[in-house]
């Protein structure tokens, strides 16, 4: 099978399915067209996924689809954005039909489920790495930034924190309990707070997705923001099941392990107040901003070092 081929067979029909009323073009010509409503800003951003790093090796390609996609959509999702399209571009070793296929399935399943048309990619030969840009629109000058977090805000957060980072641990168990299940579950298919994003515009004064991991992700908020924040350990949400396989390092993993894709925000006391219960329902408040600069973790012991998933920091 043909590099052209292998567009035509496995991703055009579904580019097709996908079609929304703003992508103008899709798939096909030099480049996409991508019509933004007038009153609407564009948001876009790049993702990049590499074997051995962000998944595993012979990783399923149906929930590797799914995966890539989610991750890129919760930047989309920390924005407050109305997904509309994304562009991928793949670099496969070989063109493998069952991989092709169950790619193709993963990532329609993901598109349909996320709302985003493909509008086109780049295929070429070599190490297995995925690119995936997506697009969005917000309403002018509404998007939801890093660097709107004020003093007396309250610190939130979206979900359970640390069942992907604790799944890492599992990946290669053969026939895992419940829990466990549970937790790899959390890392196979990431659900990208994209509705929840949306409903926060207007109300949350800074956003970001939780990729990789609460203290690092929360603190590009406050430095962004010119802040600081103080959080309690004890009320950092983790799961049953992460809990129970974890017992006191369960917040380890939610403060210092990403690839959970929920949101931290922070908001105001009195919008929190006015917050629909569908919302608030959404959302765990673990601290407030406060004007001096640095993250406290009150009623936390652990070690100081470790802040994040950072691809170069090792080698430094
Ligand atoms: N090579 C680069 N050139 C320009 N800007 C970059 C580059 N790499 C990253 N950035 C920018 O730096 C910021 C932080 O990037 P980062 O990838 O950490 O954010 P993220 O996408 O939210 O995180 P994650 O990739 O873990 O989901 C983003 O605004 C991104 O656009
Ligand atoms: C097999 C495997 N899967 C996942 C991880 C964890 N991980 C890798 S990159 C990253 C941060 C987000 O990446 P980026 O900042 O590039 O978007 C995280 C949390 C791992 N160590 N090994
Ligand atoms: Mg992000």
Redesign the pocket.
């Known amino acids: 099978m043909g590099e052209f081929e292998l567009i035509r067979r496995y991703f055009q029909p579904m580019a097709a399915r996908l079609a929304t009323p703003c992508l103008v073009l899709g798939p096909g010509d030099d480049c996409a067209i991508q019509r933004v409503p007038a009153g609407n800003d564009l948001v876009f951003s790049v993702?990049?996924?590499v074997e051995?790093?962000?998944?595993?090796e012979a990783?399923p390609s149906r929930i590797l689809a799914w995966r890539a996609l989610a991750?890129a959509a919760s930047d989309l999702a920390a924005m407050g954005a109305h997904p509309v399209c994304f562009t991928l571009a793949m670099t496969l070793p070989e063109a493998d039909e069952d991989w092709l296929s169950g790619f193709a399935e993963g990532l329609a399943d993901a598109a349909a489920n996320f709302g985003l048309a493909l509008a086109g990619g780049d295929t070429t030969r070599g190490p297995l790495v995925l690119t995936i840009q997506v697009h969005g629109t917000v309403p002018e000058g509404r998007g939801l930034l890093r660097s709107g977090a004020e003093a007396d805000d309250l610190v939130c957060v979206s979900g359970c924190l640390g069942d992907?980072?604790a799944a890492?641990e599992y990946?290669t168990v053969s026939n895992p309990e419940d829990d466990v299940q549970s937790v790899l579950q959390r890392?196979h298919q990431p659900q990208p707070r994209l509705e929840l994003g949306h409903q926060l515009i207007d109300v949350a004064s800074s956003a970001i997705d939780i990729?990789?991991?609460l203290k690092a992700d929360l603190g590009h908020i406050l430095a962004a923001s010119g802040v600081g924040a103080t959080i309690r350990a004890a009320d950092i949400p983790v799961s049953s099941p992460l809990a129970r396989l974890k017992g006191q390092q369960a917040v380890s993993y939610a403060l210092h392990?990403?690839?959970d894709y929920e949101l931290c925000v922070t908001l105001s006391p009195e919008n929190w107040g006015r917050l629909p219960p569908n919302i608030r329902n959404q959302l765990t408040v673990i601290g407030v901003v406060e004007r001096e600069p640095g993250l406290r973790i009150q009623g936390w012991q652990g070690a100081a070092g470790s802040n994040?998933?950072d691809?170069f920091r090792s080698m430094s």
């Open positions: 993702d990049t996924l051995g790093v962000h998944f595993p990783y991750a992907a980072g890492l990946l890392y990729s990789d991991g392990s990403g690839d994040g998933f691809h």
